[in-house]
């Protein structure tokens, strides 16, 4: 008797995953923002959270951005995420395009290509990105590119490793600052509960100054974040700027070790504007670094689909007179964290011209935001 045919199925090449440093920082002189570092190293030493709490206080309420370091995320984990973020740039746009973000339905896993126009400049944006959920079964069949498939429990490590060490520890500070129990904001923007937060592997690709000068001229990109918070690693290619309170633009300086954090709409609408949503910007880098691509490392904290927009019923809000009686009223109608952030996404990204909208604003279900371009 012949032996059975077996069917033999040649092995899945695995992408390779060179690993990736940071270029050397800008050797030119720069006006950067004093933002306060926030040691969470501190965090569980007797009293360390009230002092922390009152080091994040002015950085909330009136900057919208900080620096947190001590966060205990090993660097290797680090550059090891980059690596992983740059090798799927080097991918071919094929596999790249296997699964973009579905931005007519305002959901942002996925692939997004750097295809959009800036006007009718005749340049097109330079941001590509790739979105990864956090790892909890409602997304097990959200789809995903073969790098994230191969390397997916390391990223998925990373991810709560990221929550539990920085954002959980973040939101309890806040709520501090609000006098609300310790895990109201915690809970309001639970890992395990249905949201839409991620890990974002960004780049800016190189331009020339023409290019750069031209989109520039176009919109200088000036903008607030959707969810609730924005962690951003250090890359050293300088290029971020934040509004201050004061109205002027100052570069964020990249600090070894540290994540750039900053408050976005949805907590700014929990807390009635008593949180900040600063405007931030990426422009042109300085001129020692216009050759070097941009990688980028973020996590998108979003409230869910179990966080009424309703405004959180702080005593600090209530003193301030910042709660109006329709505040206080729990069955005032308010859409969702995600209905919200979707919408926002829908309005800002389903398009394949980037218009300019300077004196505008987004509104949805009574929730209003500015548009900032200038």
């Given at each position: 008797m012949a032996p059975s045919a077996?069917?033999?199925?040649?092995?899945?090449?695995?992408?390779?995953?060179?690993?990736?440093?940071?270029?050397?920082?800008?050797?030119?002189?720069?006006?950067?923002?004093?933002?306060?570092?926030?040691?969470?190293?501190?965090?569980?030493?007797?009293?360390?959270?009230?002092?922390?709490?009152?080091?994040?206080?002015?950085?909330?309420?009136?900057?919208?951005?900080?620096?947190?370091?001590?966060?205990?995320?090993?660097?290797?984990?680090?550059?090891?995420?980059?690596?992983?973020?740059?090798?799927?740039?080097?991918?071919?746009?094929?596999?790249?395009?296997?699964?973009?973000?579905?931005?007519?339905?305002?959901?942002?896993?996925?692939?997004?290509?750097?295809?959009?126009?800036?006007?009718?400049?005749?340049?097109?944006?330079?941001?590509?990105?790739?979105?990864?959920?956090?790892?909890?079964?409602?997304?097990?069949?959200?789809?995903?590119?073969?790098?994230?498939?191969?390397?997916?429990?390391?990223?998925?490590?990373?991810?709560?490793?990221?929550?539990?060490?920085?954002?959980?520890?973040?939101?309890?500070?806040?709520?501090?600052?609000?006098?609300?129990?310790?895990?109201?904001?915690?809970n309001a923007h639970a890992y395990?509960?249905?949201?839409?937060?991620?890990?974002?592997?960004?780049?800016?690709?190189?331009?020339?100054?023409?290019?750069?000068?031209?989109?520039?001229?176009?919109?200088?990109?000036?903008?607030?974040?959707?969810?609730?918070?924005?962690?951003?690693?250090?890359?050293?290619?300088?290029?971020?700027?934040?509004?201050?309170?004061?109205?002027?633009?100052?570069?964020?300086?990249?600090?070894?070790?540290?994540?750039?954090?900053?408050?976005?709409?949805?907590?700014?609408?929990?807390?009635?504007?008593?949180?900040?949503?600063?405007?931030?910007r990426v422009v042109t880098p300085?001129?020692?670094?216009?050759?070097?691509?941009?990688?980028?490392?973020?996590?998108?904290?979003?409230?869910?689909?179990?966080?009424?927009?309703?405004?959180?019923?702080?005593?600090?809000?209530?003193?301030?007179?910042?709660?109006?009686?329709?505040?206080?009223?729990?069955?005032?109608?308010?859409?969702?964290?995600?209905?919200?952030?979707?919408?926002?996404?829908?309005?800002?990204?389903?398009?394949?011209?980037?218009?300019?909208?300077?004196?505008?604003?987004?509104?949805?279900?009574?929730?209003?935001?500015?548009?900032?371009?200038?």
């Amino acid at each position: 008797m012949a032996p059975s045919a077996i069917e033999e199925h040649p092995p899945i090449q695995r992408v390779p995953v060179k690993a990736w440093n940071r270029p050397a920082p800008t050797g030119e002189k720069l006006d950067w923002a004093p933002l306060v570092q926030i040691d969470l190293s501190r965090f569980d030493e007797p009293g360390g959270k009230q002092e922390l709490a009152k080091q994040l206080y002015d950085a909330v309420t009136r900057v919208g951005f900080w620096v947190v370091v001590g966060h205990g995320l090993d660097e290797d984990r680090v550059l090891r995420q980059f690596s992983l973020g740059n090798a799927f740039f080097k991918e071919p746009l094929e596999e790249k395009r296997s699964f973009p973000c579905n931005f007519a339905e305002g959901e942002y896993f996925g692939y997004r290509e750097n295809s959009r126009w800036v006007g009718d400049t005749g340049v097109k944006e330079n941001i590509e990105m790739l979105n990864v959920p956090k790892a909890i079964p409602a997304w097990d069949g959200v789809p995903k590119h073969r790098i994230v498939r191969q390397n997916y429990d390391e990223i998925a490590s990373f991810h709560r490793d990221l929550f539990d060490n920085v954002i959980r520890k973040l939101f309890v500070l806040m709520a501090i600052i609000l006098e609300l129990p310790e895990d109201y904001l915690v809970n309001a923007h639970a890992y395990d509960q249905l949201s839409d937060d991620h890990l974002r592997y960004m780049i800016y690709n190189t331009r020339t100054q023409e290019e750069w000068d031209k989109a520039q001229g176009y919109s200088k990109g000036g903008h607030t974040d959707f969810g609730s918070l924005t962690l951003l690693f250090s890359q050293h290619v300088a290029g971020l700027q934040i509004r201050t309170p004061e109205g002027e633009w100052k570069w964020v300086k990249p600090v070894d070790g540290g994540i750039t954090c900053n408050a976005a709409d949805t907590l700014s609408f929990l807390t009635n504007g008593f949180i900040k949503s600063t405007i931030h910007r990426v422009v042109t880098p300085p001129k020692d670094q216009l050759d070097i691509a941009r990688l980028g490392l973020l996590y998108f904290c979003r409230p869910g689909d179990h966080t009424i927009m309703r405004t959180v019923p702080s005593p600090v809000l209530d003193r301030l007179g910042m709660l109006s009686e329709e505040d206080k009223n729990p069955s005032k109608p308010a859409p969702t964290g995600t209905e919200y952030v979707r919408a926002r996404v829908k309005d800002v990204h389903h398009k394949t011209v980037l218009d300019r909208r300077e004196n505008t604003s987004f509104e949805f279900k009574g929730l209003k935001v500015q548009n900032y371009y200038a």
